[in-house]
């Protein structure tokens, strides 16, 4: 679990980054932080709950397909019932599970760009 924070004022939104993957992971962290949002990052859905208990979250970005028990829909799924109007965005290259997204969220398909990844965080986050 690690933390990247960048200070500007208008920008102080935190986002949960769960990517099992450390490249793609580091990737999309530093992207989210260069434009500058405050970025948490996990590799496993348990470590994300774990910071879901110790910071607020304004957005989780997670892969679906995660290593441990839970995966990337039940991640979503417990952070609602957390935080209710958290915004969740899903990126999955496949999944074998049918699929079951929160309500007013978004899947994205990998493999993405970088912009790709910001635009819908915007997005999310203004909605």
Do not use: C, N
Not at 41 to 66: K, N
């Amino acid at each position: 679990m690690t933390e990247t924070a960048k200070g500007r004022d208008d920008a102080f939104l935190t986002i949960l980054v769960v990517e099992d993957e450390w490249l793609v992971r580091d990737m999309v962290a530093r992207e989210l932080s260069d434009v500058g949002y405050r970025v948490l990052q996990s590799e496993t859905a348990d470590e994300a709950m774990i910071l879901l208990a110790q910071h607020h979250v304004d957005l989780l970005l997670t892969d679906i397909r995660l290593p441990g028990e839970l995966d990337g829909w039940d991640l979503a799924e417990r952070a609602r019932l957390r935080r209710p109007d958290m915004q969740i965005i899903y990126a999955t290259a496949y999944s074998t599970e049918r699929p079951r997204p929160v309500p007013r969220s978004v899947v994205i398909q990998k493999p993405y760009r970088l912009p790709e990844i910001v635009a819908a965080v915007s997005k999310q986050l203004r909605a």
